[in-house]
């Protein structure tokens, strides 16, 4: 079944000039899943340890491009703990799908209705693919990145940028742990040991911050840094 409401989930850490970009992605997201029929769709947006203008970035932006977003602060210091957050409070609001993805992140406008198109079909958990952003790397950095770094369907990867689960999965897997790292592919092990149908596939391809001084500094920017250096 299709899901009535989508929830999208957004931790960030002083992402003050990349949240915009990522909520308007978002919401061209929403644009299309709706084009296909109602859907409801809520945005939270995770300000973890924010001293920065985040809050009013994301307002703006929700705002902006009429989402319906809500803001939660924590002081939670862990990607796990900010996700596990942004999940309980989409449930609360009763999301039946989540969509996850970061504040550095750039989401294809397709990335919501396929989502729903294979939750329709029977899929409880969705990994898709992250690549950086071209424009933070050298063409040499991008060629050896993509030389290294499998792509395409049934791929090995699992990314909090690009992670889709029903709350029925979600609460199969115990939710996210409240981890600075690596909270995303313990989730999903343990959905996958619940026995939940599950699908890994490049057709929701996000696109992500090649910086290597990222605010998870063992996630994706760490990956890029020690491949990269």
Known sequence: MTPRHTGVVIPARNEEELLPRCLAAVAAAVKSAE????????????????????????????????????????????????????????????AQWIANTDADTVVPRNWLLTQH?????????????????????TPEHLSIWHSRHQLGENHPHVHGANLGFSAESYAAGGGFASAAVHEDIQLAERIKAAGVPWLATDWIRAVTSGRRDGRTPEGFSGFLRQLLN
């Open 117 to 137: 198109q294979l939750a329709e079909a029977g899929y409880g958990l969705i990994l898709g693919t992250v690549v950086p952003d071209s424009a933070d790397l």
């Open 35 to 94: 084009s296909e029929g109602p859907a409801r769709v809520s945005v939270a947006v995770v300000l973890d340890s924010c001293t920065d203008r985040s809050a009013a970035a994301a307002a703006k932006a929700g705002r902006d491009h009429g989402l319906e977003l809500h803001l939660l602060e924590t002081a939670a210091g862990t990607v796990g703990a900010a996700r596990a957050l942004g999940v309980e409070a989409a449930v609360r609001l009763g």
